[in-house]
């Protein structure tokens, strides 16, 4: 039945689950570490201990799961538990491909400890199917990451292409889908085998927990059982009580990534006819470079991520996240409330985001409220404050 659903009634819902104990109609937070054993038959297979598996992260791996159309997922303690846990998988001497404008903290973590564990590593400036077949090592390549739309210019990256390139040359195609989210994009229709979100962002949608999650395509199994024992291995677990909130947050994921979405446009459609501001990057405008791969996988909104570069260069920049009022200046995005971040000063010193860039996440303020909001930051830049 479930099969049918809409994302909408399966998040609503939260999978329609009764607790069996005591037909609560919300799930129960489980916080047991210790699970009694069998005296008769101490080596069964049931739950043990809850670094391996808790009761209570069942109902949100299932409603992820059932969301991006998987053959298994897993929760992760962080989104980067999740992706470090993709490539723990792998052995020294193996070869990934990665965009260079991908997450920085991934980036970060390549760079510092990636390489240290031996993998071989190729940043690619220009991500699309021909640039990864040509990067392709033959028997070493073993991981392609992607991540549509990217950090914090919101290119778009064809999965299909990526997918098939990959999977030409023997690799697994990962993808870092937090900024989509199940609702706007399912990427293994699209070909990809593992799907990976920080649950921090858009999944929880509060802005008051670190999580993350996997899932796996059917026929990649193998991968999720891997995964599993690294997470008890490397102990990266959500806590029971993290996975609980994960889930009252998603059961309102779908109209708020909506909702957020279609905000998101008419604030990318304002920005564009403002003089302050050079350029808009949000894949949802029609003058994106990237449009037409952005309507064929991207349904219900272009997502709520947008950046916008500023005539009057960082300066104008720093200055417009200083003067807005409603919206906030913050790190991190996906929660209710919108934020804006001059990217560049948070990033290493090696980061490639351009200096008069400002990100935008928008939450779910009444849009014209935001706007007002811009606008009047916009006009103020140079004028004493
Ligand atoms: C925040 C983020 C991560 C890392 O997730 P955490 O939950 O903070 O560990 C990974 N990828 C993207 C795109 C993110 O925005």
């Not at 690799?171 to 994009?185: G, R």
């Not at 009580?241 to 979405?261: D, H, I, N, P, Y």
Request: glycine share 8%; hydrophobic share 45%.
């Amino acid at each position: 039945m479930t099969k049918d659903l809409s994302q909408q009634t399966l998040t609503a819902t939260a999978l329609g689950w009764i607790d069996k104990d005591t037909d609560a109609m919300a799930a129960p937070l489980r916080p047991s570490t210790s699970f009694l054993r069998d005296p008769k038959d101490l080596a069964r297979t049931g739950r043990l201990f809850t670094r391996d598996d808790n009761p209570t992260f069942d109902q949100p791996e299932a409603l992820i799961n059932a969301l991006e159309g998987g053959a298994g997922c897993l929760l992760f303690a962080s989104g980067m538990a999740a992706i470090t846990s993709v490539f723990h998988r792998l052995k020294p001497g193996d070869h990934v491909i990665l965009p260079r404008l991908v997450y920085s903290g991934l980036r970060d973590w390549i760079n510092e400890h990636g390489q240290t564990w031996g993998l071989e590593v190729s940043f690619l400036d220009h991500y699309d199917g021909p640039a990864v077949t040509a990067a392709m090592i033959p028997g070493k390549t073993k991981l392609v990451w992607m991540e549509t739309p990217s950090n914090p210019t919101w290119q778009i990256t064809d999965i299909a292409e990526i997918a098939a390139a990959a999977h030409e040359g023997g690799a697994l195609l990962a993808i870092d889908s937090t900024v989509s989210t199940p609702i706007l994009t399912q990427p293994i229709k699209h070909g990809a085998d593992i799907v990976i979100h920080s649950c921090s962002k858009y999944m929880n949608g509060h802005g008051d927990l670190i999580a993350g999650a996997a899932v796996v395509a059917p026929g990649r199994e193998e991968v999720l059982a891997e995964m599993a024992a690294l997470r008890n291995a490397y102990g990266a677990v959500l806590g029971s009580f993290e996975a609980w909130l994960l889930l009252r947050g998603m059961r309102t994921l779908s109209l708020r990534v909506k909702s957020a979405s279609a905000s998101a446009l008419r604030i990318a459609e304002f920005l564009a006819g403002q003089p302050q501001v050079a350029e808009v990057l949000y894949p949802g405008l029609e003058s994106h470079p990237n449009h037409d791969i952005a309507k064929k996988q991207m349904t219900g909104g272009f997502g709520a991520m947008l950046s916008f570069r500023l005539v009057g260069g960082e300066l104008a920049a720093k200055e417009v996240a200083d003067r807005v009022q409603v919206i906030r200046q913050a790190i991190s995005f996906g929660s209710t409330e919108t934020v804006i971040e001059h990217r560049a000063g948070m990033e290493s010193a090696a980061s490639p985001t351009p200096r008069d860039l400002l990100r935008l996440s928008v939450g779910l303020e009444d849009v014209t409220d935001l706007i007002t909001d811009l606008q009047q930051a916009l006009d103020s830049i140079g004028a004493a404050k």
